[in-house]
């Protein structure tokens, strides 16, 4: 008999929103419950994808303009679809993923002033309908998030070296997306403390996905 498909979940939101701590504990969670999860991140997610990542996130801030940095950011997610996302859903596995498509909408359609619009078109072209069954958008006061991108050890990216009002534009950008969404989407208060967050993350995914 064939497994049943299993779901895609999105964490998404601004730089130090806390996206990959709460999947690390989304992930463990989900494991406890017997379902075999795998995690994974944007850009990124496959060895070519990990490439592209590097020539994303290294260099000048202005190394590549929007559109160029949309193309790159949709390139290397049509491949992680259909190298590890799709074969993993098929083979009945769940797949927890640090930004995906939205990112694109928000930070390239929003803050980079190519539109969301034209963004959602281009990852249509690319995805057709493909969707996460559920997107987590952790929403963050933009300085309280390079507070934390800050006193971290590791190094910034291209995209933590912009200014302040780019990643206001960021937020109201994600913000929008759920509004817009409320059925795929769930809005976030990423300014709780970990746990709290972590509840509120695990109580939505349980009512929306029936994980019991
Ligand atoms: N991008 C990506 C695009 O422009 N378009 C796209 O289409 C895509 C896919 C990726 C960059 O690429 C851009 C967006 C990004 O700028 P990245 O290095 O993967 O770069 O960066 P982020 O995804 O932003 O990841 P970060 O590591 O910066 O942030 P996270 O994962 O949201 O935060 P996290 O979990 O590492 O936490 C940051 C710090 O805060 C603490 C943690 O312990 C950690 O020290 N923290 C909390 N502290 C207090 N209270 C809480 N509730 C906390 N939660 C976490």
């Known amino acids: 008999m064939n497994k049943a498909r299993g779901r895609f979940i999105t964490v ?25 999860v795998v995690r994974t991140r944007e850009p990124g ?19 590549w303009p929007p559109m160029a940095e949309a193309l790159l950011m949709t390139a290397a997610r049509t491949d992680h679809v259909s190298r590890v996302i799709e074969p993993a859903l098929r083979a009945g596995k769940w797949v927890v993923c640090d930004r995906f498509s939205d990112s694109t909408r928000a930070y390239q359609g929003g803050a980079g002033n190519l539109g969301r619009d034209a963004m959602t078109d281009l990852q249509k072209i690319a995805l057709g309908d493909f969707q996460p069954d559920l997107t987590f958008i952790l929403d963050l006061d933009v300085a309280a998030g390079a507070a934390r991108v800050d006193a971290r050890a590791d190094g910034k990216t291209r995209f933590d070296a912009r200014d302040a009002s780019f990643h206001q ?30 509840q509120t993350i695990r109580r939505t995914a349980d009512s929306r996905l029936t994980i019991g």
């Open 169 to 198: 534009a960021v937020r109201e950008a994600f913000l929008a997306i759920a509004r817009e969404e409320p059925d795929r989407c769930a809005l976030i208060d990423a300014g709780q403390p970990l746990d709290a967050v972590q």
């Open 45 to 63: 997610g496959t060895r070519g994808a990990e490439i592209i990542r590097e020539l994303l996130l290294t260099g000048d801030a202005d190394r």
């Open 12 to 36: 998404e939101g601004g730089e130090g929103a806390g996206k990959t701590t709460q999947i690390q504990l989304l992930a463990e969670w989900l494991e406890g419950k017997g379902l075999e």
